[in-house]
């Protein structure tokens, strides 16, 4: 999949910093939230950005490899997940109602049969990805499908005027998914082996997470360990791995903000980041998760989240916690006072 | 002033922790919300806490020591900014209208006649400290008004029907009062010595943090380094950090929720802490600031703040901006669905 994104121009960075400078506040006193602004002013390329119709939205996928015990969850839990986020009583509900955020979910290979639903996008692959431990995870066609419909889904949220989308998911499995991704495309020599960036996921235990790094030890053994990323996501990726990489890549084709949550988002990152490195300056980092291959991943990326909150959940609840911190670094920018129309004293 | 207040009854955290355990997310996964709730639901007494009528509430006052050199901005510019206040243009403003805070502004002790004016509670001391350089920084009968009507402001607001406070402050020198009552009552064997807990407040540079440093070194040698807490108050405090304190002990007496800003305010909660310690289970801490002192202060008292954003700008702009947190805390404990109702099977 071609994609053609342009980085922010950076011409504007100077107006920018002169507008937040002159507002009634010591010189950087609101921290990261300056870095911010400033960033979001040169996302949208003005001095007045907005964010508009910010959505949430949700992948969801199955993993072959779920039923071989990489998860201390059984694989219905994703399809059980998926009905509660449409019933609207999971955390990333609750908290989308309180931030006033869109949510929607996509079906990118869920392994269940949903009929047609409102808030449910079917954007079904396969039921399932194959289980990477015997096979290739996808072929080269659902892999290519999964990152053009991705793509799709994001340049349709911008057509609805959605200038800002942060990313969640759900799959049982995809953790382990993920450490796989993170180790073939960072790299051991960066800090990505396998053993680092393998966690306890949603809550395995000691004996849990030895057998889940022995699994993907295997796995590796069998599909070894592809740094081309098209070949990485066919071999261990989740169509809604896969889904989430080309969404990202079409929003920033279309200048929306990126708002990337933990571990798993962050991989399909990894994957996106390798096809076009041109849609980092689009993404902010939310939460720095408790599942220890994230930090590998924020150092790769030499990014910086947020808001650390011991958070592994999952589902874009993150993303949309720290979504307060985005309205509010342009909310400054926009509406404070600065020392001349506030007729303030500076240093 | 004597203070009475209850610590919470553990009781109930049994029965919030299963609430807490039973919502439909692996054990833990919402990480430090999930201690909020918790500690939201026993300072309630409640399997069903809310948050009401949330406020910010300002206290600004002047110290006869910015006159000295303390700052980087001069004395005018803490009236100056409460102007900013009242009209609108500050960034604690522009956070409040976005979470939906309350705000109120209380002159403690400000060097200038506002008249009467609407969002601005009249509790002016004096028209700021003296400077204690030369001698203590208020009398004790001063000190005693202060802490007696910060409580009294604290037990209208709860008679208002609000329970959960976020405080802020404004005074120019006020890092510096801050620092003097950090050292004072922590002590250097904590870690409290007076380099460590001065920081550059506003934005000092190099050398204007070195006169700071030499203009408090000389304020101890004058006042000495008093470890009882009205007598650290009476040297080097500000109307403002009394009145805070006091309005701290009489929220905690009226069971209210309490959230911490910066450096300014956690030195007002020493004090108050001192006073009475059973008021810190009933404190958020919202931020860690920038200024180098917190991190000592927050050590002290045990307390681990819910964001790190590089903030220094005081206002209870910390405050407001951790705000969504408590809420998305106390939402996810009353919305979210549990394994049970939603019928998604558990780990």
Redesign the interface.
Known sequence: MQTHIIPPNQALAAALQQKIDR???????????EALALQIGLVQQTLEPELRQPQIVIFAGDHGAARAGVS???Q??TW??V??FL?G???I???C???ELGLSVVDAGVNHDFGKRDGLIDAKIAPGTANYLEQPAMTAEQRDAALQRGREIAHALADNGCNCVGFGEMGIGNTAAASLLTTCLIGAEHGADLYTVTGPG??LDDTGLAHKRELLKQALRRGGWPTEPLQALSEYGGFEIAMMAGAMLGAAERRMLIVIDGFIVTSALLVAHALNPNLLPYCVFAHHS?EPGHRVQLSFLMSQP????????GEG?GAA?A???L??AV??LN???SFE???????
Chains 1, 2 share one sequence.
């Open positions: 507002k009634t506040k010591p010189l950087g006193a609101l921290g990261r939230l201390a969850y059984p219905d839990v059980q997940m009905e509660n019933a009583g999971a955390a509900n609750v908290f109602r309180q931030m949603t809550g408790l947020l808001v650390e909150l011991d958070l592994r959940l609840t916690l979504w307060p911190l309205q509010a909310n400054f509406h404070m006072a129309s506030a007729g303030v004293d500076s240093a």
